[in-house]
C-alpha cells in the first residue's frame, strides 16, 4: 500500500510567508530521510492568511529537485482553471525533472470562491474539467493535433517536453459527488477520495459503483485503483492523540461547513439529497462524530488497526495522510507524527 502526506504549506504558527514554504519543504526533507513514498500537493488560491500553495506544480518541480526517492503528486490539479496546454507541458516538465516520479492527481475543486474570484463560472466546471484533461491527453500523445471544443480551440498544437513516464504520468481523479464514482470507473482511471465531505461509510457506499463499473469494463486488477485521503494524528498515547489536535481538527471541519455552505444552489454544484443528507451530518457532527468518521487519530497500535478496517472496508491501495488540515498544530508536533507513521505504521503493511 501506498502511504503519503497531503502538504498544504499551511501558514499555521509561521510568522511570514517565507516561514511557511521553510517549514514545509523542511517537512518535505524529513520525509525523504523517513522513506515515506508520495508527498500530495493541493492548490489553495486566495487564502492569504492560510496557505502560500498557489502554484503546486511550481512546488512539484522544487521537491523534486531536492528528493532522489519520495514520489510527488497533485491533490489535485484544479484543470478548469488554468489553459490545459499549459498544464500538459508544466507537468510533463515535473515529470522530466524527477525521472518519472510524479503521479498527476485532477480534479475541478469544492472551492467556488475561486472560481468566483476568476471570474469562471462554477456551473461550467464539469464540462472545463473534462475538455482539459482530453487535451492534456492528447497533448502528451506526442502527435501535433488540434481541438475544437465549447471552451478550447486549438490549432496545430505540439508541446516539449513530453513526459518521462511511457506513455504519461499516472492520471488521478477526484471525486467529491455521487454521480462521479461509476464514471471514473468505467473509464479506468484511478481515484482520489477525502474524508472531509463524505464520511467513512458514504466513501463505502460510493465505492461500490466504481469498482462494479471497473469490472464491467474488464479493466485491469480486481477493483480499481484507490488513494484516500484522511485527517491523521499519530502520537505515543491514545491520550495525547485525541487532545493535542482537537482545535485545529475542529477548525478545518469548520471551514468545510463553511465551503459547503458558499456552493449550496449553485450551478454546478452537486444538488442531490445525498449532499444534502451529508451536509446535514456534517453541520451536527460533534468532535466525538469526527473521531469515529472521519479522521484517524490514535497511537501507532490504533492506527494501524484503523488502517487495516480502512484496507478491508473500502479496498484502497493508498492511503494519503493530512497531518495537520487545520493548520494550528506546531511543527515539532506534525513531524513527530510523520515519523511515527513511517517509522511505526508503515511497516504494518509493507
Known amino acids: ?189 484511478p481515484i482520489f477520495l477525502g474524508l472531509r465531505t463524505m464520511d467513512v461509510e458514504d466513501l463505502k457506499t460510493n465505492l461500490q459503483e466504481y469498482k462494479q463499473e471497473w469490472r464491467a469494463a474488464a479493466h485491469d486488477g480486481d477493483g480499481g485503483d484507490i488513494n484516500v485521503r484522511v485527517p491523521m494524528y499519530i502520537a505515543p498515547s491514545e491520550a495525547e492523540a485525541i487532545e493535542e489536535p482537537k482545535e485545529s481538527i475542529e477548525a478545518f471541519f469548520q471551514r468545510q461547513r463553511e465551503l459547503f455552505e458558499y456552493s449550496r444552489g449553485r450551478q454546478g454544484a452537486d444538488l442531490s439529497a445525498g449532499r444534502q443528507a451529508r451536509y446535514e451530518r456534517l453541520v451536527n457532527s460533534t468532535y466525538e462524530d469526527l473521531l469515529e468518521t472521519r479522521v484517524v487519530f490514535g497511537s501507532p497500535e490504533q492506527v494501524i488497526d484503523r488502517l487495516h478496517e480502512f484496507k478491508e472496508m473500502l479496498g484502497v491501495s493508498g492511503i494519503t495522510a493530512e497531518l495537520n488540515p487545520g493548520g494550528f498544530l506546531p511543527k515539532e508536533a506534525v513531524q513527530r507524527s510523520l515519523k511515527l507513521l513511517t517509522q511505526e505504521v508503515m511497516p504494518a503493511f509493507k
Do not use: C
Open 1 to 189: 500500500m501506498d502511504f503519503g502526506i497531503n502538504l498544504n504549506f499551511n501558514i499555521g504558527q509561521a510568522p511570514t510567508h517565507q516561514a511557511a514554504l521553510r517549514e514545509a519543504m523542511e517537512e518535505v526533507d524529513l520525509a525523504e530521510r523517513m522513506g515515506l513514498d508520495t508527498v500530495w500537493l493541493g492548490e489553495m488560491h486566495f487564502n492569504p492568511n492560510r496557505s502560500v500553495l498557489s502554484a503546486p506544480i511550481v512546488i512539484a518541480s522544487s521537491i523534486a529537485t531536492r528528493t532522489r526517492n519520495l514520489r510527488v503528486g497533485m491533490a489535485v490539479q484544479v484543470l478548469p482553471l488554468i489553459h490545459p496546454l499549459r498544464i500538459a507541458e508544466e507537468a510533463a516538465t515535473v515529470d522530466q525533472i524527477s525521472e518519472g516520479r510524479f503521479e498527476f492527481g485532477v480534479g475541478r475543486s469544492g472551492n467556488v470562491r475561486a472560481y468566483d474570484i476568476m471570474g469562471i463560472d462554477y456551473g461550467e466546471s464539469k464540462e472545463r474539467f473534462q475538455e482539459a484533461l482530453d487535451i492534456i491527453l492528447l497533448a502528451w500523445s506526442g502527435e501535433t493535433f488540434s481541438y475544437e471544443g465549447k471552451y478550447n480551440t486549438i490549432t496545430n498544437a505540439s508541446i516539449s517536453p513530453l513526459p518521462y513516464q511511457d506513455p504519461h504520468p499516472k492520471v488521478r481523479i477526484a471525486a467529491s459527488s455521487e454521480d462521479s464514482f461509476g464514471r471514473i470507473g468505467r473509464l479506468g482511471y
